[in-house]
């Protein structure tokens, strides 16, 4: 008996011994685990996840991204339209009201191809202008104020002899209604749309009133019968002698009618020119001006123009 209750109490110790082992090995192992986690990483102090998460935080907010996050570039805002752009897009109709002013210049030349005798003279024309535009096709439409007073010169028919000259001199005006059409544009800076040069032609019908005066004329001295020494000349007050004779009634302030009471004065007078060359020039949208030049069949012409943009 006293044998069996000695192996029982080596048991007994056998077993309070490994329990104690096992317990001593389980703190061992924790503590060995705690301590690997600690040193790789993965295990984390409350502190040091409050300190990641506050940086963390403040990198977002500062717009700083993680190293290796992908960083989308900001497309920069479009640029604002300049509305004083001067371009004309393709397709739109732009429109301006303004003035203009020409010289035309009725060269003495030209009156020699049909008459002989006159003098060259400067008529200036002025008026408002209406402008449409449209794909570089622009319709220039006037009405423009002429005048064609002249200063007495002498004047006859190519056929006519001396005896024929008469002294004329005029205060003729002319009210124009015109209608330029500039169908060739092209431009000198495609990209701004500033400078361009047209070409063209106009046409146009223009209403007469005022005086024209023409009177037989006889030389001061017979010997000098220089038709382009018009102080050499005198009106005839009458008929009289082979330069004033009694072949019309045009003496002293003879006023010629017009053609609808009988006479050689138009009544109505066209406007032809072709070509028409223009410089254009439109520094912003709303503002366009023109350099014109041109032929037309009372001679040659230049002038100025400026409209506003509607």
């Known amino acids: 008996m006293d044998h069996i209750k000695t192996g029982r109490r080596l048991v007994s110790g056998v077993h309070a011994r490994a329990a ?3 317990a001593l090995l389980g703190v061992v192992s924790f503590a060995s685990s705690a301590r690997a986690q600690s040193e790789d990483g993965s295990g984390k102090d409350p502190d040091d996840s409050l300190a990641a998460e506050q940086q963390a935080k403040d990198e977002q907010e500062q717009g700083d991204g993680a190293p290796g996050d992908k960083v989308e570039a900001v497309a920069p805002a479009p640029e604002a339209a300049d509305d004083n752009a001067p ?9 301006f009201i303004g003035a203009r002013f020409r010289n035309v210049i009725v060269p003495k030349f030209m009156v020699n191809f049909f008459a002989d005798g006159g003098s060259t003279v ?43 000259w008469e002294m004329v001199s005029s205060d003729l005006k002319l009210l124009y209604l015109t209608a330029d059409i500039l169908f060739v544009e092209i431009p000198l800076d495609k990209e701004k749309g500033r400078f361009s040069v047209q070409f063209g032609a106009g046409v146009g019908i223009g209403v007469v009133f005022g005086n024209l005066y023409r009177a037989q004329a006889y ?32 003496y002293g302030n003879y006023d010629e009618p017009s053609w609808v009471n009988g006479g050689s004065k138009p009544s109505v007078f066209p406007w032809i020119s072709f070509p028409q060359v223009s410089f254009r020039y439109k520094p912003i949208k709303q503002l366009q001006t023109r350099l014109d030049t041109g ?16």
């Open 87 to 95: 371009l004309e897009r393709d397709g739109k109709t732009y429109r």
């Open 122 to 164: 400067n008529v200036f024309t002025v008026g408002p202008e209406f402008v449409t535009r449209r794909d570089g096709l622009e319709i220039d439409l006037a009405i423009s104020y002429a005048d064609y007073s002249m200063d007495p010169f002498l004047f006859k028919g190519k056929q006519d002899d001396n005896f024929a």
């Open 20 to 22: 104690a082992l096992a």
């Open 295 to 310: 032929f037309s069949i009372t001679g040659f012409y230049f002038g100025l123009s400026a409209g506003y943009g509607l």
């Open 219 to 250: 030389p001061n001295d017979p010997s000098n019968l220089n038709p382009d020494d018009v102080g050499a000349w005198s009106k005839c007050a009458g008929p009289s002698g082979a330069f004033c004779d009694a072949s019309n009634n045009h």
